[in-house]
């Protein structure tokens, strides 16, 4: 059996598709009409459970932006992308704050595309993370479906040990 690499080199391309997944969020919310959208993560690093500030018509929305490879390194159906420690928490402190609603978006990359669902954070069964089954994503608002991002995705792949 083939087991993902763990390493420094793993914790950068990590981060580095949080960053990316926030990017792809951010055109998202503009192409499906939302506004005022604001990048929390530019005033304060790791903002408590969300990541992106944004409205459409009169609703407000906190948003956690989860962006992640399809597949787990197991070629299995990455099926569930957590939603951090404490999430209910964080997420009625970020409302309160923002006079907004939580919300979540989850961002799907295989290979050369991409899909971007929309949820709210009371959507979902179990506050602490985000099923991502076939049958869960028929009930969330899908925003972008198996669009081309045009990049190399190579440093963003799963990596195996021999």
Known sequence: MRTSRFDQHTALRAKSLGALG??????????NGFNNIK???DGKQNFPYADLYAEKG???????VK????YERTGRLNSRYNLGSDCGAKARKAELEFGATAAWMAITILDDIYSVYFGTLDSLPAKTGIPMGESHLKR????????SHGLDFTPYKNKYEK
Do not use: G, T
């Not at 009169?58 to 956690?64: H, L």
């Not at 969330?140 to 669009?147: I, P, S």
């Open 22 to 31: 926030e990017l792809f969020a951010i055109k998202a919310l503009v192409d």
């Open 39 to 41: 990048n929390l993560n």
């Open 58 to 64: 009169e609703e407000k929305y906190v948003i956690s």
């Open 67 to 70: 962006a992640r490879n399809r």
């Open 140 to 147: 969330y608002e899908c925003l972008v479906k198996e669009k």
